[in-house]
């Protein structure tokens, strides 16, 4: 005897209400938030708002603002550094807050309160070690990337006892990681490859270095010095040499205030074997040969530069000037050394940062509340978006980047 199994369709008026239902919750699907969009990270970036405590999330491919993350305490001075994915933004900020920014969920996955003063930090170039420099209570902590626990701590103690800040920090390979002590007149090398169980250095630094910057192929480490005349310069593929002073001669007879100004976001450039360096005291931008650290001409701006920043390919260095003149940008052409452009981007021009490639520059004019982006070829603007009081912008290519 034989089954038969008999299937029952839903009437003709049942679909009719089924079917537009079903419309309906594909369309929706369809319509859900960005942020569940799978979308790479490279084109991404920060723009500090330094008043409000808060960070932009933008796309640099379409010059636009993806999200606002808010609640992350005194951003002045702030800095940022990127997971090696880039997925990740760490914002180090003045109140020793260190807080993490999923950047395509754009909210804080973490956030910890490790010092009461600090001013910046870095990433080890494996991707699992973080580390704030601090100037209260003094010296460097390491934290676990993932979790953002505590793994250990490098007091800057000096001699005698007393806790030294700790200024230009910066990564090396190896995860080690680069300091200056500003009281102590010391730079230091700590090694976190134990992260519970570092290893440190020391080395001579000059009178008060007060920050400093790791050339663009790693090989040495420059701290300017608010002490003294000159910079301090540590060859890393000869540790064993110690450091040694540079420039020693420039401001001779000058006023007592340091001659080079070397600003918390890594403001110097090293570009076509050449050096390019704010010089306080004068309106001027110093050259100096890379390989004799000789200085080989002066280049004169119109006020006192602060950021003397190189177009990626060398060629341009773009610089900005202390307030009263801090609406001013110019441009040196590096083959002929001299000035060819003179712009006003607008008021208040805080910080300026390059794509990767260098077609463009974005720039935060703080009393304008925007960013303004200039194509670098044309010299015009192309772009730009309000923002409250901007002062740093980060883009994730630094991921990839020593000294970053």
């Known amino acids: 005897m034989s089954s038969q199994t008999t299937m029952r369709l ?5 679909w009719a209400v089924i079917l537009p239902a079903i419309v309906w919750l594909l369309s929706a699907c369809s319509s859900l938030p960005s942020t569940t969009e799978l979308r790479g990270t490279g084109d991404l970036g920060v723009v500090i708002e330094r008043a409000d405590g808060r960070v932009k999330i933008i796309e640099t491919s379409g010059r636009s603002v993806l999200a606002t993350v808010d609640g992350l305490g005194d951003l002045s001075h702030a800095s940022v550094v990127f997971s090696r994915d880039a997925g990740y933004a760490f914002v180090f900020g003045r109140d020793g807050g260190l807080t993490k920014v999923d950047l395509l969920q754009a909210k804080i996955v973490g956030r910890v309160l490790q010092a009461g003063n600090s001013i910046g930090g870095s990433i080890s170039h494996d991707g699992r070690i973080v580390v704030a420099q601090n100037y209260a209570p003094g010296g460097v902590k390491a934290f676990d990337a993932n979790t953002l626990e505590l793994l250990s701590e490098v007091p800057a103690i000096t001699e005698d006892g007393r806790r030294s800040k700790v200024v230009g920090l910066a990564d090396l390979s190896g995860n080690r990681f680069i300091y200056s002590l500003f009281e102590a007149g010391e730079i230091w090398i700590t090694d976190f490859s134990d992260p519970k169980n570092p290893r440190t250095e020391r080395f001579a630094g000059g009178n008060q270095p007060y920050d400093a910057l790791v050339t663009p192929d790693g090989r040495h480490y420059i701290a300017g010095l608010f002490g003294e005349d000159g910079l301090a310069m540590l060859d890393l593929w000869n540790t064993d040499k110690g450091s040694r002073k540079i420039l020693a001669g420039y401001g001779k007879g000058e006023a007592p205030l340091p001659v080079y100004k070397m600003p918390h976001l890594r403001g110097w450039s090293v570009a076509g074997g050449r050096a390019y360096l704010p ?8 050259v100096v040969d890379t390989d004799s650290w000789q200085e080989v001409g002066r280049i004169p701006v119109k006020s006192q530069p602060v950021f003397v920043m190189a177009r990626p390919d060398g060629r ?13 940008v110019q441009v040196i052409d590096t083959v002929g050394g001299k000035v060819t452009h003179t712009l006003q981007p607008g008021r208040g021009i805080l910080h300026m940062e390059f794509l990767s490639k ?3 520059v974005w720039m935060s004019s703080r009393d304008d509340n925007k960013v303004v982006i200039f194509d670098t070829t044309t010299k015009q603007p192309v772009g730009g978006f309000d923002a409250a009081s901007p002062s740093g912008i980060f883009f994730t290519t630094r991921a990839a980047r020593t000294g970053f």
């Open 279 to 286: 010089a306080i005291g004068r309106h001027e931008v110093l």
């Open 10 to 14: 839903a009437p003709p008026a049942l």
């Open 316 to 328: 341009e260095i773009w610089v900005n000037f202390a307030f009263p003149e801090n609406g001013w």
């Open 358 to 360: 260098g077609q463009e």
